[in-house]
Nanobody, 123 residues
Framework: QVQLVESGGGSVQAGGSMRLSCTAS????????MGWFRQAPGEDRHFVAT????????WYSDIVKGRFTCSRDNTKSTVYLNMNSLKPEDTAVYYC????????????????WGQGTQVTVSS
């Protein structure tokens, strides 16, 4: 089992920045690629970003590419999502997830999930 705990959410004005963190415990952190997803009210959960086990490879959805950056510190078993130039449409609950294969954008490819953290961007 892997337990994931997100933190860093909150409220910010449009154009601002925010950093989310997700700390893992349980199994070996470096066994897992990590992903970020988000879910806005009334919508499905959508892929945002993923990072490989080593941290050398990242992939982003087109909606956030160029604004969001995913990184990880394997010494701290933590993955980060740095979000810049935030827009009101970025408002959602953000989830981190762990899965065995890098590059996946489908929820079912991730075996473990955090509880989510709310990000609200006001105009």
């Amino acid at each position: 089992q892997v337990q994931l705990v997100e933190s860093g959410g909150g409220s910010v004005q449009a154009g601002g920045s925010m950093r989310l963190s997700c700390t893992a415990s349980g199994r070996t952190f470096t066994d897992y690629a990590m992903g970020w997803f988000r879910q806005a009210p009334g919508e499905d959960r959508h892929f945002v970003a993923t990072i490989s086990q080593s941290g050398r490879l990242t992939w982003y959805s087109d909606i956030v590419k160029g604004r969001f950056t995913c990184s990880r510190d394997n010494t701290k078993s933590t993955v980060y999502l740095n979000m810049n130039s935030l827009k009101p449409e970025d408002t959602a609950v953000y989830y981190c997830a762990a899965g065995p294969i890098y590059g996946r954008e489908t929820m079912s490819d991730y075996h473990y999930w955090g509880q989510g953290t709310q990000v609200t961007v006001s105009s």
